[in-house]
T-cell receptor, first 112, second 112 residues
Framework: DQQVKQNSPSLSVQEGRISILNCDYT??????FLWYKKYPAEGPTFLISISSIKDKNEDGRFTVFLNKSAKHLSLHIVPSQPGDSAVYFCAASDGNNRKLIWGLGTSLAVNP | NAGVTQTPKFQVLKTGQSMTLQCAQD?????MSWYRQDPGMGLRLIHY???????DQGEVPNGYNVSRSTTEDFPLRLLSAAPSQTSVYFCASSYLRRDGYTFGSGTRLTVV
């Protein structure tokens, strides 16, 4: 049973536009969420995180929004750049930060 | 350069052979972990360690052993390789506080 779901396997956007990647979770005990980016033949790279005490966290072009009542978070990339083309993973933890639960990833393609 | 170093990058094993995947980090991170990534399965935690001399099981520990004799190194041993262990293996580390992991570049293992 997938506790962290990324329902869109892929997403394609034009350069300069907004990319919105979505993630849903089922475990109400999750209180910390992270987004990672992965290029082919490389390990995942940490992007941004958010604690459940917040509903928004920004870092440059990347913003993560958390809606606890809907058990939903999203990653916004504005403006999107071709170098953002990668697989994006959502992950969550329940206080035991040593056991992250991962989504299956969304492959983002940013077209010039 | 600081980071997580995994060796080898590629390996082909015959069924029944044993081998050790190496992982080393030079960031003085307390936490280290091993993941495997399979198509359609996302990242799954094999084993993890919160410090030298301390290890614990993740989601999919069967067929793998680990040890943590130093802060820097966290080798993963395959005792008797099986085709089901064909996968890409990632090592990750972080400080114990809530933080994003630093991943190695991965080991692609094929068991024939």
């Amino acid at each position: 049973d997938q506790q962290v779901k990324q329902n869109s396997p892929s997403l394609s956007v034009q350069e300069g536009r907004i990319s919105i990647l979505n993630c849903d979770y089922t475990n109400s005990m999750f209180d910390y969420f992270l987004w990672y980016k992965k290029y082919p033949a490389e390990g995942p790279t940490f992007l941004i995180s958010i604690s459940s005490i917040k509903d928004k966290n920004e870092d440059g072009r990347f913003t993560v929004f958390l809606n606890k009542s809907a058990k939903h978070l999203s990653l916004h990339i504005v403006p999107s750049q071709p170098g953002d083309s990668a697989v994006y993973f959502c992950a969550a933890s329940d206080g035991n930060n040593r056991k992250l639960i991962w989504g299956l990833g969304t492959s983002l393609a940013v077209n010039p | 350069n600081a980071g997580v170093t995994q060796t080898p990058k590629f390996q082909v094993l015959k069924t029944g052979q044993s081998m050790t995947l190496q992982c080393a980090q030079d960031m003085n991170h307390e936490y280290m972990s091993w993941y495997r990534q399979d198509p359609g399965m996302g990242l799954r935690l094999i084993h993890y360690s919160v410090g030298a001399g301390i290890t614990d099981q993740g989601e999919v520990p069967n067929g793998y052993n680990v040890s943590r004799s130093t802060t820097e190194d966290f080798p993963l041993r395959l005792l008797s390789a099986a085709p089901s262990q064909t996968s890409v293996y990632f090592c990750a580390s972080s400080y114990l506080r809530r933080d994003g992991y630093t991943f190695g570049s991965g080991t692609r293992l094929t068991v024939v």
